[in-house]
T-cell receptor, first 114, second 114 residues
């Protein structure tokens, strides 16, 4: 049973460019959450997708957008990249089972903005 | 707003030493609590969780008890191994309505020497 997969593993972009990160959830999961983890920090919640809609959003600007496909996979798009967007981007999948549901994380995509 | 505070690292121990990593939280409601571990070069893995007061989560020799009266969820292990060297994150989630956002501490780096 494959876990959560993310692509690419590493990415280098320049300021002002746009980037798309991809995530495939664990088998049986229908919900995908995205987090940003800066170096030496805990993850920060970006948003969550369920049934192809954004259910919840953290404190991130509109430059950060996402999409969920019918097969539950998801994309994170970041426009007009800033140096401060350099971070590890984590995808987590889960199934909405209620209290205490576990989010399973992928290995992340490390983005460097120059 | 909700928050998680972890003891600062890095923590360095000798093999077979006792480990405690302190975690306290602030929440408006009644959250579920989690410990995740991040091994070098890998993604976040759930270590243990607890969903109600006085619950004890345990896994791989690690334990943590949900203490509502002290708003704490300290991680303990009786005898650490070199393979336990990693970064440990405490996190909470208010399981109410559509909220699925995990709120994280800054992480505590643990190094275990043979």
């Amino acid at each position: 049973d494959a876990g959560v997969t993310q692509s690419p593993t590493h990415l280098i972009k320049t300021r002002g460019q746009q980037v798309t990160l991809r995530c495939s959830p664990k088998s049986g999961h229908d919900t995908v959450s995205w987090y940003q983890q800066a170096l030496g920090q805990g993850p920060q919640f970006i948003f969550q997708y369920y049934e192809e809609e954004e259910r919840q959003r953290g404190n991130f600007p509109d430059r950060f957008s996402g999409h969920q496909f019918p097969n539950y996979s998801s994309e994170l798009n970041v426009n007009a990249l800033l140096l401060g967007d350099s971070a590890l981007y984590l995808c987590a999948s889960s199934s909405l089972t209620g209290r205490g549901e576990t989010q399973y994380f992928g290995p992340g995509t490390r983005l460097l903005v120059l | 707003g909700d928050s998680v505070t972890q003891m600062e690292g890095p923590v360095t121990l000798s093999e077979e030493a006792f480990l405690t990593i302190n975690c306290t939280y602030t929440a408006t409601g009644y959250p579920s609590l989690f410990w995740y571990v991040q091994y070098p070069g890998e993604g976040l893995q759930l270590l243990l969780k607890a969903t109600k007061a006085d619950d004890k989560g345990s896994n791989k020799g690690f334990e943590a008890t949900y203490r509502k009266e002290t708003t704490s969820f300290h991680l303990e292990k009786g005898s650490v191994q070199v393979s336990d060297s990693a970064v440990y994150f405490c996190a909470l989630r208010e399981d109410a309505g559509n909220n699925r956002k995990l709120i994280w501490g800054l992480g505590t780096s643990l190094g275990v020497n043979p």
